[in-house]
């Protein structure tokens, strides 16, 4: 069956960068995009962006753009989103999903927590 | 970037009463829109999608209706399992794409 495995917690500084990775497996890797969402403590889902693991085509979402870069490793089957220039307000839990190429996401990562702060 | 407005922001009701949860769009998505549910502590789970297309293994107690800029998700009787935060999706001019604030559905 569809896995998504997340890399664990992160603490960091603000202006520091983060890296996350999402591992995948049960099904064909480039077959399926990786949609990446963040949601704060205690606050709602926030779409951050895409990436096609076909051709590594990416589309962000406004409020991140130019702090953030989504990567695949196609022969590891596993995805990575960085985020730049962390600010306290980046403090989330930040999801991964495999995005079959509607936008929407039924299979989802456990989930990594960010956490910035001084 | 299209905005999605959610309300009620919470809905206290009984288990067994009918629950209808509304989402708006800032301009026309079509059908393109997908309604999710979370519990604390989990990832999200989809429900319904392109409007009203229930997902695999989605009960049939749970629908959803609207094109265009008004949507509704409807769950029939509530299950004591149903208390969550639903949240909508648009994909309408994907990508990108974005999510409403949610809507708390609590046990009254």
């Known amino acids: 069956q569809v896995h998504l495995v997340q890399s664990g917690a992160e603490v960091k500084k603000p202006g520091a960068s983060v890296k996350v990775s999402c591992r995948a497996s049960?099904?064909?890797?480039?077959?399926?995009?990786i949609s990446w969402v963040r949601q704060a403590p205690g606050q709602g889902l926030e779409w951050m962006g895409w990436i096609s693991t076909y051709n590594g085509n990416t589309n962000y979402a406004q409020k991140v753009q130019g702090r953030v870069t989504m990567t695949t490793d196609t022969s590891t089957s596993t995805a990575y989103m960085e985020l730049r220039s962390l600010r306290s307000d980046d403090t989330a839990v930040y999801y991964c999903g495999r995005e079959p190429g509607d936008g929407y996401i039924v299979h989802w990562g456990q989930g990594t927590l960010v956490t910035v702060s001084p | 970037e299209i905005v999605l407005t959610q309300s009620p922001a919470t809905l206290s009701l009984s288990p067994g009463e009918r629950a209808t949860l509304s989402c708006r769009a800032s301009?026309?998505?079509?059908?393109?829109l997908a309604w999710y549910q979370q519990k604390p502590g989990q990832a999200p789970r989809l429900l319904i999608y392109d409007a009203s297309t229930r997902a695999t293994g989605i009960p049939a107690r749970f629908s959803g209706s609207g094109s265009g800029t008004d949507f509704t998700l409807t769950i029939s009787s509530l299950e004591p399992e149903d208390f969550a935060v639903y949240y909508c999706q648009q994909r309408g001019n994907w990508p990108p794409s974005t999510f409403g604030q949610g809507t708390r559905l609590e046990i009254k």
């Open positions: 049960g099904y064909t890797f480039t077959n399926y995009g």
């Open positions: 301009q026309s998505v079509s059908s393109f």
